[in-house]
């Protein structure tokens, strides 16, 4: 799923942060050219609970620059500046990516906008407790199925990535809103063809979409999962990782 791991302790309030700190601009820079190569997803939120899902797409180590991109409406973003402190996470492969954006500021101009900001000072580095966290390689699956807790309409959605702690969906925009902190049993998740595995999942937040304007992020948790449920799963993930491996060489 497109969200950060639950289980993982943020680095910005872990007491051995200094442990996971890198500081070298050098390196820094590195983290964030290979997050932009990739199209890696970026978490942006503040304390006030206002999070907006983007990808960076310009960094200039000369200027000391970096901007993200923002959907035609830039109300969610206006939200997130709001606040002093605002807290990026991303992740790289097996890594999670933690830093404090600076000095951000809304550019807008005829081609769109970007929420610039200066480059970290501080980045934190920590290994990912969970398995990978990845992104299909196909366009027709994986998908979820479920039946909306609410209306009881089935809908069938796309998933986004998929860990062995969740996965991310995206709801399209004119698919019924989902309310986030939600139980949601009985969902079957539809890994290709032939592999389909009954799932719950909890709800955990509704963001706006980086890349589709109406739709919607779906970050949802799994719920215990059975053994051969398990299973199934980890050899999904592998098999993925596996492939775009491949893809990159």
């Known amino acids: 799923m497109s969200l950060p791991d639950t289980a993982a302790t943020s680095a910005l309030d872990d007491p051995q942060r200094e442990n996971y700190r890198i500081s070298a601009p050098v390196e820094i820079a590195a ?5 932009m190569s990739e199209q890696a997803r970026v978490y942006l939120r503040n304390p006030e609970g206002v999070d907006l899902h983007t990808t960076l797409c310009v960094l200039d180590a000369r200027t000391g620059l970096m901007g993200f991109d923002l959907p035609s409406s830039s109300s969610q973003a206006e939200s997130l500046l709001e606040s002093d402190e605002i807290t990026a996470t991303a992740y790289l492969a097996s ?7 600076e000095q951000p500021v809304i550019v807008r101009d005829g081609g769109g906008s970007v929420l610039r900001a200066a480059l970290p000072q501080r980045l934190y580095r920590f290994q990912r407790r969970q398995t990978f966290r990845v992104q299909p390689t196909g366009v027709n699956y994986p998908l979820l199925q479920l039946r909306h807790p ?9 998933v986004l990535d998929v860990s062995m702690g969740g996965l991310g969906l995206l709801l399209p925009g004119d698919q019924p809103e989902l309310p986030p902190n939600q139980d949601l049993g009985g969902c079957v998740l539809e890994l ?6 009954e799932v719950g999942l909890r709800l955990l937040h509704v963001t706006q979409h980086a890349e589709i304007q109406s739709g919607r992020h779906l970050g ?15 050899l999904y993930i592998d098999q993925t990782q596996k492939r775009r491996r491949q893809m990159r060489l």
């Open 95 to 101: 890594i999670r990516l933690e830093f404090e954006l």
């Open 31 to 35: 983290y964030l050219r290979e997050l």
């Open 192 to 197: 290709d063809r032939d592999t389909r595995l």
């Open 150 to 158: 609410l209306q009881g309409e089935l809908l069938r959605l796309r």
């Open 220 to 234: 949802c948790a799994f719920q215990t999962l059975p053994p051969e449920t398990a299973r199934a799963l980890q």
